[in-house]
């Protein structure tokens, strides 16, 4: 399917791996114009010359920014200027009890899953309300629906996050510009990988039987029983970006493998 963004520009932060570089990828193959973010310049740099070895055609760069800050949001978008597609996929996590999250804690996760996808938005969204056309995806997660009880602050901000994405559709009615959320479930990241290497050693069995272990015990919801592969997210993402999805809007899309359970 020819998903219509030949030559567009994209700007996917938090990309130099797992659902970022995995969308920015996904991008890249469709033809459209794709810059990495990060906040390690040499990062960035391996990131850029992976993607353009995997995807020969592609036209990307990238750039070193720390957007956890203010000042690092805005040296990003003064450097993506014109972007007509902004998936905000950066974000943190850390499981932690309740109690031993401190306010510095909370604070750092409203900065880095929610303020950096609201000033990214705020510098860029006029552009694309000006020329017509637009999208913004914000990448959420299923915790924004079902707050985790082992990461609190990070089920806050990723709700945060859906409540926002929802009022910028509606902020963005008849203009053209589009705003969504996609909703991951449990993916095969590299720090998922790693993770799944402990468990696997902590419990004296193989990865694979780690992972049967993680979704009858911690993930018992799960209708595909498996993690979900970067790819998969990404592949709902670059269709998300595409003039096609011109009636999505205001949407929270799960590919999520069916761990909500339901209905809508």
Known sequence: ???????????????????????????????ATVVLNGRDAARVAQA????????????VSGIAADITTAAGCAQLAQASAG????????????????EAIGDDAWQR?????VMSGVRLT????????????GRVVFINSESGVNPPTEMIH??????AQLSISRGLAQHCAGTGVTVNAVLPGPTRTEGVE??????????GVD???AERRFFREARPTSLVKRFVDPSEVAALVAYVCSPLSAATTGAALRVDGGVLSSMC
Do not use: C
């Open 122 to 133: 705020r510098a860029l969204l006029p552009a694309m309300q000006a020329t017509g056309w």
């Open 194 to 203: 790693a993770f799944l290497a402990k468990l696997a050693a902590d419990q």
């Open 154 to 159: 990070y089920g806050m901000s990723k709700a």
């Open 207 to 209: 990865v694979d039987e």
């Open 109 to 113: 996760f409203f900065d880095a899953n």
């Open 83 to 98: 972007v007509q597609i902004l998936v905000n996929n950066f974000g943190i996590f850390d499981p932690q009890p309740f």
């Open 48 to 59: 850029v010359q992976r993607l353009q070895a995997s995807v020969p055609q592609a036209q």
């Open 1 to 31: 399917m020819d998903l219509q963004i030949q030559g567009k520009r994209a700007l996917v932060t938090g990309s130099t791996a797992g659902i970022g570089f995995a969308i920015a990828s996904a991008l890249a193959r469709e033809g």
